[in-house]
């Protein structure tokens, strides 16, 4: 019989990174296949490594070969993203890949949010393919916040335009959990996940900051155009980045990165990393 082999793309990215790692704990390093655009990236993963770009369907074609499974992580090229995905799906399906799990967003079908539409897009294209898939609807990583945690207590503040939206992060760790749940158990096939972690507001994202860190840090709520000039002149964002990411605090006073954490918990096998181990791990860095 063939082996099972599983492949992931965006294998040397922060998410593929912790998926690979998961994998090698749950199935033999030997049924994984890392998928990445640059071989160089990813001599230290420890399993077959192909080349697979999004833009080259002949790589692609030659990288999905004899695959069981694939994980598609979204790419990181907003804007472009559909064209690439679809590149991803049609050589999948050409190929027989019998499943195909896909890094989606919360509620891609519904979101308001900017980054939304390029999901909906792949999710219905995988859908109407005729591929067996799964979606990983992801919510936000706490490390969208915690990564930048040493400039944040130089500035002693948060800023944002979030208002007192919940965000239901969680970390790229317990989303790879999750993905790894779904590609190596059966009962995935056609289903939606809408995955997040427990929920906190940016005032008290600022408050844990201020009880573990011992310095007192303020959320500071700006309209959106002010918060987006911070986003361009404190933390160097290109403009239409800082107005992309303002626009996104907005959505998020709507709500739209709120959702309950219970299917990643059971996706992840237990407790989610919270915000308080989050924020002490970033402490430990600065
Ligand atoms: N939920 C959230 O909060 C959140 C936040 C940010 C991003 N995202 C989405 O989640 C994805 C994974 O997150 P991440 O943190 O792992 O992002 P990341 O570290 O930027 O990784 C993105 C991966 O995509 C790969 N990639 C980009 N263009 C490619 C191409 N043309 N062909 C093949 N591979 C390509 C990159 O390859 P290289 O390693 O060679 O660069 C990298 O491995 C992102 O790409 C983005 O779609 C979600």
Not at 118 to 137: C, D, F, I, Q, V
Not at 184 to 203: C, M, Q, R, V
Not at 217 to 233: Q, S, T
Request: no cysteine.
């Amino acid at each position: 019989m063939e082996q099972t082999k599983i492949g992931v793309t965006g294998a040397t990215g922060q998410l593929g990174r912790k998926v690979i790692t998961h994998l090698k704990q749950s199935i033999p390093a030997g049924q994984i296949v890392a998928l990445v655009r640059d071989p160089e990236k990813a001599k230290d993963l420890g399993v077959e490594v192909r080349t697979l770009d999004y833009t080259n369907p002949e790589l692609i074609s030659l990288a999905l070969k004899g695959l069981s499974k694939v994980l598609l992580i979204s790419s990181s090229e907003i804007g472009k993203r559909f064209g690439q995905h679809k590149n991803v799906i049609d050589e999948a399906k050409r190929a027989g890949v019998p499943f195909v799990a896909y890094t989606s967003i919360l509620r891609a079908d519904t979101s308001t949010l900017p980054l939304a539409p390029e999901h909906k897009l792949t999710e219905e294209y995988l859908k109407a393919s005729g591929l067996t898939y799964a979606l990983l609807r992801n919510g936000w990583y706490i490390e969208n916040y915690t990564s930048s945690l040493g400039n944040t207590i130089k500035a002693g503040a948060v800023y944002g335009s979030a208002g007192d939206g919940k965000i239901s992060a969680a970390t790229r760790s317990d989303y790879a959990k999750a993905a790894v749940k779904v590609l190596t158990t059966e009962g995935h096939d056609n289903k939606a996940y809408e995955l997040g972690g427990y929920s906190f507001t940016l005032t008290e994202y600022a408050a844990e900051i201020s009880r573990l860190s011992g310095k007192d840090i303020k959320y500071i709520n700006l309209p959106a155009d002010e918060y987006a000039k911070v986003l361009e002149e404190q933390a160097g964002f290109p403009a239409p980045m800082a107005r992309m990411f303002a626009e996104i605090d907005l959505d998020i006073a709507k709500g739209e990165l709120e959702t309950d954490a219970g299917t990643l918990e059971k996706l992840a096998g237990g407790s989610l990393s919270t915000l308080e181990d989050s924020i002490k791990e970033a402490l430990h860095t600065i």
